[in-house]
């Protein structure tokens, strides 16, 4: 990617008010992110959900935001990072889901984030000897299964940091996602399981180099972590902690959220047995349980192999099923973002591979693969 090109990509997310929503509704009505650098106001305001007090404000802010994107930058180069923007197809296709995504992050690392599994294994930070021997034996019993996810976590003492050393141990790519910049490290004593992250998996941030480090930070990246997976799995949590907040979010965005259950009297098992209670999260004891709940049966046939199966598609029809493969559904607007096509082109081809069959259209204009 040029670096001018770039330069514009990391820019388009530093305009105030404009989000992931609204920057893809300025890409569907003008086609290119490139008009929020237009300095025109009229052409601005006729996208839906801008107004002219929006636009005014976005022109007046195109020179600051340019320069948070030179400075970013440097950051990249200096700190040998790669970059994902929400409309690469290398970009997390499931987070694209969440309105709240970041428009691009950061990462030290490679990782394919659309594996066909991806799970979020999170917990408290004072976790027990149980807490570890359910972690690990989660993640082990799945790679015996046969069911090789992709385990994303926070990094933090406790149950995070176990599932990614278990994530490890078993030869499973693990993603930590920080609440900091990539230029630091917290806890800075989980450096060399950082190490080990970078050479099978990545840690991402969605923080710029300028960013402050508050404790809010934490918070804000749970999204992330819950957008990123099909499930989110509460090993241990008291009755209050930030892992209820990343079992909250994920079920705003329509995932699964799974607990393990425990005694009563365990204050470390409290809010896990809560979130079971008020139906939040479904009841796992094992790996078979995650298993038979999601579906991910192993006689299944390959994702890959259904692909190949499809050998009369077009382009377009290919990058569509390509795309819809690893995930439940997705509106018109975020088929065509991802094929970079205009909405009336999707349609009529979604139309077509409706009439083959191959996709099923929901409640709410949204479709899904047929073989699902």
Same mark, same amino acid.
């Given at each position: 990617?040029?670096?001018? =090109?770039?330069?514009?990509?990391?820019?388009?997310?530093?305009?105030?008010?404009?989000?992931?929503? @609204?920057?893809?509704?300025?890409?569907?009505?003008?086609?290119?992110?490139?008009?929020?650098?237009?300095?025109?106001?009229?052409?601005?305001?006729?996208?839906?959900?801008?107004?002219?007090?929006?636009?005014?404000?976005?022109?007046?802010?195109?020179?600051?935001?340019?320069?948070?994107?030179?400075?970013?930058?440097?950051?990249?180069?200096?700190?040998?990072?790669?970059? %994902?923007?929400?409309?690469?197809?290398?970009?997390?296709? !499931?987070?694209?889901?969440?309105?709240?995504?970041?428009?691009?992050?950061?990462?030290?690392?490679?990782?394919?984030?659309?594996? /066909?599994?991806?799970?979020?294994?999170?917990?408290? !930070? !004072?976790?027990?000897?149980?807490?570890? #021997?359910?972690?690990?034996?989660?993640?082990?019993?799945?790679?015996?299964?046969?069911?090789?996810?992709?385990?994303?976590?926070?990094?933090? %003492?406790?149950?995070?940091?176990?599932?990614?050393?278990?994530?490890?141990?078993?030869?499973? $790519?693990?993603?930590?996602?920080?609440?900091?910049?990539?230029?630091?490290?917290?806890?800075?004593?989980?450096?060399?399981?950082?190490?080990?992250?970078?050479?099978?998996?990545?840690?991402?941030?969605?923080?710029?180099?300028?960013?402050?480090? %508050?404790?809010?930070?934490?918070?804000? @990246?749970? @999204?992330?972590?819950?957008?990123?997976?099909?499930?989110?799995?509460?090993?241990?949590?008291?009755?209050?902690?930030?892992?209820?907040?990343?079992?909250?979010?994920?079920?705003? %965005?329509? #995932?699964?959220?799974?607990?393990? $259950?425990? @005694?009563?009297?365990?204050?470390?098992?409290?809010?896990?047995?809560?979130?079971?209670?008020?139906?939040?999260?479904?009841?796992?004891?094992?790996?078979?349980?995650?298993? =038979?709940?999601?579906?991910?049966?192993?006689?299944?046939?390959? /994702?890959?192999?259904?692909?190949?199966?499809?050998? =009369?598609?077009?382009?377009?029809?290919?990058?569509?099923?390509?795309?819809?493969?690893?995930?439940?559904?997705?509106?018109?607007?975020?088929?065509?973002?991802?094929?970079?096509?205009?909405?009336?082109?999707?349609?009529?081809?979604?139309?077509?591979?409706?009439?083959?069959?191959?996709?099923?259209?929901? /409640?709410?204009?949204?479709? !899904?693969?047929?073989?699902?």
């Amino acid at each position: 990617m040029k670096n001018e =090109d770039l330069k514009y990509k990391i820019a388009s997310a530093h305009f105030p008010h404009i989000g992931l929503p @609204r920057l893809k509704q300025i890409v569907a009505h003008t086609g290119t992110y490139m008009s929020l650098f237009s300095e025109n106001v009229n052409l601005l305001s006729e996208v839906p959900g801008i107004n002219k007090e929006l636009a005014k404000n976005v022109v007046a802010n195109t020179k600051n935001a340019l320069q948070i994107a030179t400075e970013e930058l440097k950051f990249i180069k200096k700190q040998n990072l790669n970059i %994902y923007y929400y409309s690469d197809d290398e970009y997390p296709r !499931r987070l694209t889901h969440c309105d709240d995504a970041p428009i691009y992050f950061y990462t030290k690392g490679c990782c394919n984030f659309n594996l /066909p599994h991806v799970i979020s294994i999170v917990g408290t !930070r !004072r976790m027990s000897s149980e807490g570890k #021997r359910l972690t690990h034996l989660l993640i082990s019993d799945l790679r015996k299964l046969g069911i090789t996810p992709l385990v994303v976590s926070g990094l933090a %003492y406790g149950v995070d940091v176990e599932a990614h050393l278990a994530a490890i141990e078993n030869g499973l $790519p693990t993603v930590a996602v920080l609440g900091h910049h990539l230029g630091i490290l917290y806890p800075a004593s989980h450096k060399s399981v950082a190490q080990q992250i970078v050479e099978n998996g990545a840690l991402v941030s969605e923080f710029t180099s300028t960013s402050e480090f %508050y404790q809010t930070n934490f918070v804000k @990246r749970n @999204r992330i972590v819950a957008g990123m997976a099909d499930a989110t799995i509460v090993v241990e949590s008291a009755k209050k902690g930030g892992s209820l907040i990343t079992a909250e979010m994920a079920n705003s %965005y329509n #995932r699964d959220v799974f607990a393990f $259950p425990g @005694r009563t009297t365990d204050k470390s098992s409290q809010g896990c047995n809560n979130l079971i209670k008020t139906n939040q999260a479904a009841l796992i004891e094992s790996a078979n349980d995650l298993v =038979d709940f999601m579906g991910w049966s192993t006689n299944k046939v390959n /994702p890959v192999v259904q692909t190949q199966l499809f050998v =009369d598609l077009s382009p377009l029809e290919k990058k569509i099923v390509d795309f819809l493969m690893p995930i439940e559904n997705a509106s018109i607007d975020q088929i065509a973002s991802h094929v970079k096509m205009s909405i009336s082109k999707v349609s009529a081809t979604l139309f077509n591979l409706e009439m083959q069959g191959l996709i099923i259209v929901l /409640p709410g204009n949204t479709y !899904r693969l047929a073989a699902k």
